[in-house]
Each structure stands twice: as structure tokens, then as C-alpha cells.
T-cell receptor, first 115, second 115 residues
């Protein structure tokens, strides 16, 4: 069975602060993919990043960065210098083996950036 | 914008009724997945359709059924609606030819309220 745990259900930060969203996953598959999605109030899930299980390099994209640590089964997401537009619910997700693209999502972390 | 469109965006039904939700996948995508997202929860996988056949199913009863058409659009049907079926229903499309990398593109969802 696969499981994604996002222990932080809600986070509030003041604009320009850095914030890290935690994600811990469980899977028995040796090959898997990890994702982060952003869900604004409109409801659409916006793809942010995909990382496969063989690539543990950290990644930076503008103000966003991701820290993948296989040893601790974690895939944390950091927003640097947060902005009000970053306010949304963020989901960590996992696709393992199985022959089809079933995505297992965490419960989500609601981020509120206060001006 | 992902190119995945869903209809209707909002609807209200009563217990025991039946509902059909529709999804037009992104051009070139041959796989459609459906997810149920209850309030405050992460999306839960319902099923996936590939080349007009169901290709994987989550933990949902048979009253949740679907179709995929030759143009790869899809329908989700829910019979004998229950109050707990109230949720945001998300459609995601992807291209199987790219392998199981999980590059899913989500629509904005159909918000169903069951009274």
C-alpha cells in the first residue's frame, strides 16, 4: 500500500518569510514518482514538480525548491520569500508501480500568506 | 490552463438520484482518470480509462461507473447518490505513450452537492 503524509494541515506566514511544507511517503515499489501540486481556490490542481525515485538531486525553480531524501522517505517543498499569491492548498503525491497511473495524494497543507 | 474541461462546474442533487459528469481530455491524451475530493481532504482515485476500457479502480463501490469515448473524452456516472458523495470530482488526462510518468493534467472539477 502507498501512503503520503502531510503532517501540517495549515500554515500561516507573513509575506516574504520562507516556508517549508513537509511530505513523508511510504511505498514498497522501487520505482516511483513524487509530485507536488498546488490547488488554488478555483479547484484546479496545478502541477509544480515531478521527481523519480532514482533522482535524489534537489531542485530549485525560482522561489521554489524541493529536497528529496530517500533515506527518510521525505520530499519537502520550500517557498522562499513567500508572496500572497502563494496562498493555496499544496498536495504532495506519489505514483508507484501497478501498471496504471493511480496517484496517491496526501491530505494537503493549506498555506496562508499574510500581507 | 491545462486544456482539460469538465462539466458541469456545479450541481445539486438529492439522495437516490443519479448524476453524470463529463470530461474532455487534453488534445493528444488517451488516458483519463477520475478523482473524488471531499472537503478538506486530498483527492482519492476512483478509476482510470485507457483506450475506452477501465484500467484500474480505487476503493469505490460499483455505483460509480464510467465511460471513455473514441475521442478520449469521458463520463463519470454515480447512481443512488448518498450524502457522502458530496465532493469535488476531478478529471485528469495523460498520454500513455509517454510511459507511466504520471504527467497528469487536471481540470477544474465538478462540485457535486447531495442534499
Amino acid at each position: 500500500a502507498q501512503k503520503v503524509t502531510q503532517a501540517q494541515t495549515e500554515i500561516s506566514v507573513v509575506e516574504k518569510e520562507d516556508v517549508t511544507l513537509d511530505c513523508v511517503y511510504e511505498t514498497r515499489d522501487t520505482t516511483y514518482y513524487l509530485f507536488w501540486y498546488k490547488q488554488p481556490p478555483s479547484g484546479e490542481l496545478v502541477f509544480l514538480i515531478r521527481r523519480n525515485s532514482f533522482d535524489e538531486q534537489n531542485e530549485i525553480s525560482g522561489r521554489y525548491s524541493w529536497n528529496f531524501q530517500k533515506s527518510t522517505s521525505s520530499f519537502n517543498f520550500t517557498i522562499t520569500a513567500s508572496q500572497v499569491v502563494d496562498s493555496a492548498v499544496y498536495f504532495c503525491a506519489l505514483i508507484g508501480g501497478g501498471g496504471y497511473q493511480k496517484v496517491t495524494f496526501g491530505i494537503g497543507t493549506k498555506l496562508q500568506v499574510i500581507p | 490552463e491545462t486544456g482539460v474541461t469538465q462539466s458541469p462546474t456545479h450541481l445539486i442533487k438529492t439522495r437516490g438520484q443519479q448524476v453524470t459528469l463529463r470530461c474532455s481530455s487534453q488534445s493528444g491524451h488517451n488516458t483519463v482518470s477520475w478523482y473524488q475530493q471531499a472537503l478538506g481532504q486530498g483527492p482519492q482515485f476512483i478509476f482510470q480509462y485507457y483506450r475506452e476500457e477501465e484500467n484500474g479502480r480505487g476503493n469505490f463501490p460499483p455505483r460509480f461507473s464510467g465511460l471513455q469515448f473514441p475521442n478520449y473524452s469521458s463520463e463519470l456516472n454515480v447512481n443512488a447518490l448518498e450524502l457522502d458523495d458530496s465532493a469535488l470530482y476531478l478529471c485528469a488526462s495523460s498520454s500513455r505513450t509517454r510511459g507511466d510518468t504520471g504527467e497528469l493534467f487536471f481540470g477544474e472539477g465538478s462540485r457535486l452537492t447531495v442534499l
